[in-house]
Every structure is written in C-alpha cells, then in structure tokens.
C-alpha cells in the first residue's frame, strides 16, 4: 500500500489531497520532526534532505512535494488531475515548477530565514524581501485566475492542490494572498473540494489555524 510520511500542515498537504482525491488506499505515517525523527537514519534513506512529505509506493521511493504530487496525477490518471489538452497541459507544467521551486522557495526563506543566512537583521532582511516576492507571485497567480475557474483551465488539477497548500502556508502574512480578488474566489471554491476538506481535517487544520 502506498505511505504517506506527513506532519501536520507540511509540505504534504499537497499530496496528502492528491491521494484523497484519487481515491487510492493509502497509510499516513507521522514523522515528529521536533524529536529528530526527519533525520534518522531510516527516514534519511527514503528523504535525504530529512524533510517531508516522503512516499512509498512499492519500489518507488520518493520526496519533494510536487514531484510526487505529479507521479501520482500521472499514476492515477483517470482521476484527471493531469490536463491532456494543450495549452491547459502546458500551463500545467508551468504551475508546477514555479510553484515549487519559486513560490514554495520564498515561503521558505519566510517561515526559516535562519536557513539562508546569519544574525537577526540580515533574518529580517531576507523575511522582508520574500514577503516582497511573493507579493509579486501572487499578482501573477491572479492574473492566471482572471479568465479560468482553475490554475490550468476549468478543471481543477494538481497544480490547485499545490497553490492551495502555499495559500494556506501565507495566509498569517501581511498581504496574504486572499486579499486578490481572484485569488480569493478560487480559495473559496477550493475549500469546499472534497479531497481538501479530507486532507484538512485528517492534519487537524483549519483555515485560521496558527501554525
Ligand atoms: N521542497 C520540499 C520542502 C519540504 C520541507 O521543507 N518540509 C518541511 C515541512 S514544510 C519539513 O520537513 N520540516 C521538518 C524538518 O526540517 O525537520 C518539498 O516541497 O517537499
């Protein structure tokens, strides 16, 4: 069966949304990353940077958020979460990557600036200067809601699932991305997908949640 190695609120809630919308059997494992269970030596061999999500499908092993959200969308494709016509395919591609390296890379360097450099003022510097970045991302996000219901085109894809994860990780920020208008339609209708609510309310999260 495949296992979901999760904390609550992480960077598998993307995936973990993705498997309920599959509607695949699956097990969610728990790694304590306060006690240092995300750098023991078992969890390194299925992680090596000690970070969740991880994935275990058979003799596929695999981390990084989007990468096993789009091998399971490909896995799974009756589920449609992969658009098959371009230029919705191509965008697709597009979401996924700049979600994933760009936009989750700046809410990284907001929520752990110690990661990227030393001493409280240069901290500061980096949190302001992601927050000034995403700002950007999200104007970009909304313009690609102006004239679709979804990401990629009037179906949702994986590429929501992994938006709405980074949402919901900015939505304690000065400008979170809510306050956009289209932004704030899609969140909407977002929070009421099935496959969301499951993911939320198995992590114990809530909108308002403080995490
Ligand atoms: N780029 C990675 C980021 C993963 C990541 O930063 N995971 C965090 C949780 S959001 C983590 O595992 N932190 C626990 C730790 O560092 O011990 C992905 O998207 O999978």
Request: glycine share 6%; proline share 5%.
């Amino acid at each position: 069966m495949i296992r979901l190695y999760y904390v609550p609120g992480g960077a598998n809630m993307v995936v973990h949304a993705v498997l309920e919308h599959i509607g695949t059997p699956y097990e969610l494992k728990p790694v304590n990353s306060d006690s240092g269970e995300t750098q023991s030596e078992e969890f390194l061999e299925l992680s090596p940077d000690g970070r969740v999500p991880a994935l275990v499908d058979g003799r596929v092993i695999m981390h990084e958020s989007s990468a096993i959200a789009m091998y399971l969308a490909d896995r799974f494709s009756d589920a449609g979460l992969v658009p098959d016509i371009d230029p919705d395919r191509s965008r697709y591609y597009l979401w996924m990557v700049l979600l994933g390296n760009t936009v989750e890379e700046a809410l990284l360097r907001w929520y752990h600036p110690d990661d990227y450099v030393v001493g409280a003022p240069e901290q500061a510097a980096v949190k302001l200067a992601a927050e000034v970045r995403l700002t950007e991302l999200w104007g970009r996000v909304d313009d690609a809601l102006d004239d679709r219901s979804y990401l990629t085109g009037n179906t949702m894809t994986t590429a929501d699932l992994m938006l709405f994860m980074l949402c919901f990780w900015s939505r304690r920020m000065k400008m979170p991305p809510s306050r956009w208008d289209n932004i704030s339609t899609w969140l909407q209708d977002m929070q009421d997908q099935e496959c969301i609510r499951a993911m939320m309310s198995q992590e114990g999260l809530a909108w308002g949640f403080a995490s």
